[in-house]
């Protein structure tokens, strides 16, 4: 159980294109999922917080006109990088939390995307 | 200062010994704390999680957390060269639900 899948695992764009990216999970129910984005030998830095049926909360430093995110239903969120710059290379992994104690659940992470912008 | 920090390595240790890993946090409120395991070029997976003080096993992996000295360790006994990978400590903060990580201890497991 607790599956979580991306996609694209992989996508090359031109500059200032648009990307989505997909974050689905498989077996439960999610009702909060986060966006992180992590540089080469570099940790997890988290972007976003995403509610289904709200807006997500976005981290200090992540602007949120440039990557949109959307909480659709209980086993989707979508990550759109818009007008993409090669400085936005990068691998998106997306994690869903199940509904529970906030705090106290474990999150799931999907395989990531990895984005490079040419 | 860093929410959580790790020593970033690497740890080498020969098959078959113990691999000790530590992790301190800042935040006293953090109520849970998770190991992942993250391969090169793959998104973490979870170990375990803790959130009571005192040791908690599973398998070959224990976790122990510390909240008065605000620490977390994972132990990996009878270490495999599969085991070679960056391990990520976690904490969360309970109200807000946020995910702060360290930057990642690599291991490395010697044949």
């Known amino acids: 159980g607790a599956v979580v899948s991306q996609h694209p695992s992989r996508v090359i764009c031109k500059s200032g294109t648009s990307v989505k990216i997909e974050c689905r999970s498989l077996d439960f129910q999610a009702t909060t999922m986060f966006w992180y984005r992590q540089f080469p030998k570099q940790s997890l830095m988290l972007m976003a917080t995403s509610n289904e049926g709200s807006k997500a909360t976005y981290e200090q430093g992540v602007e949120k006109d440039k990557f949109l995110i959307n909480h659709a239903s209980l086993t989707l969120s979508t990550l759109t990088v818009t007008s993409a710059h090669p400085e936005d290379s990068s691998f998106y992994i997306c994690s869903a939390q199940p509904p529970g104690l906030a705090g106290d659940n474990e999150q799931f992470f999907g395989p990531g995307t990895r984005l490079t912008v040419l | 200062q860093k929410e959580v920090e790790q020593n970033s390595g690497p740890l080498s240790v020969p098959e078959g010994a113990i691999a000790s890993l530590n992790c301190t946090y800042s935040d006293r409120g953090s109520q849970s704390f998770f190991w992942y395991r993250q391969y090169s070029g793959k998104s973490p997976e979870l170990i375990m999680s803790?959130?009571?003080?005192g040791d908690k096993e599973d398998g070959r992996f224990t976790a122990q957390l510390n909240k008065a000295s605000q620490y977390v360790s994972l132990l990996i006994r009878d270490s495999q060269p599969s085991d070679s990978a960056t391990y990520l400590c976690?904490?969360?903060?309970?109200?807000?639900?946020?995910?702060?990580f360290g930057s990642g201890t690599k291991l490395n497991v010697k044949p």
């Open positions: 976690a904490v969360n903060q309970y109200n807000f639900n946020k995910f702060y």
């Open positions: 803790i959130y009571s003080n």
